[in-house]
Nanobody, 128 residues
Framework: QVQLVESGGGLVQAGGSLRLSCAAS????????MGWFRQAPGKERDIVAA????????YYADSMKGRFAISRDNAKSTVYLQMNSLKPEDTAVYYCAAAPPYSSSTYVYTTPREYNYWGQGTQVTVSS
């Protein structure tokens, strides 16, 4: 069982930046591909970004490319999401997730059903 705890959300003006962190309760963090998702009220949970076990491969949803950056520090069992040039439409609850362990070291997972473990979410609100 892996527990995930997100932090770093908050209220920011359009054009601003936030950095989300997700700490995992496992000493074998490098075994897990990770992802960030978001869910706005009344909408489905959508992929934001994903990263492979090694960190060498990443995926971004189209609307996040060039603005967001996912990274991980396996020594700290933490995955990050740097969000720049934020827009009001980025307002949502952001979740981090861990995929089943021992996947290919280069594989990234892009759909919610591929992830086994979820954090509680952190609210990001972007004002216009």
């Amino acid at each position: 069982q892996v527990q995930l705890v997100e932090s770093g959300g908050g209220l920011v003006q359009a054009g601003g930046s936030l950095r989300l962190s997700c700490a995992a309760s496992t000493r074998t963090f490098s075994n897990y591909a990770m992802g960030w998702f978001r869910q706005a009220p009344g909408k489905e949970r959508d992929i934001v970004a994903a990263i492979s076990r090694s960190g060498g491969d990443t995926y971004y949803a189209d609307s996040m490319k060039g603005r967001f950056a996912i990274s991980r520090d396996n020594a700290k069992s933490t995955v990050y999401l740097q969000m720049n040039s934020l827009k009001p439409e980025d307002t949502a609850v952001y979740y981090c997730a861990a995929a089943p362990p021992y996947s290919s070291s280069t594989y990234v997972y892009t759909t919610p059903r591929e992830y086994n473990y979820w954090g509680q979410g952190t609210q990001v609100t972007v004002s216009s």
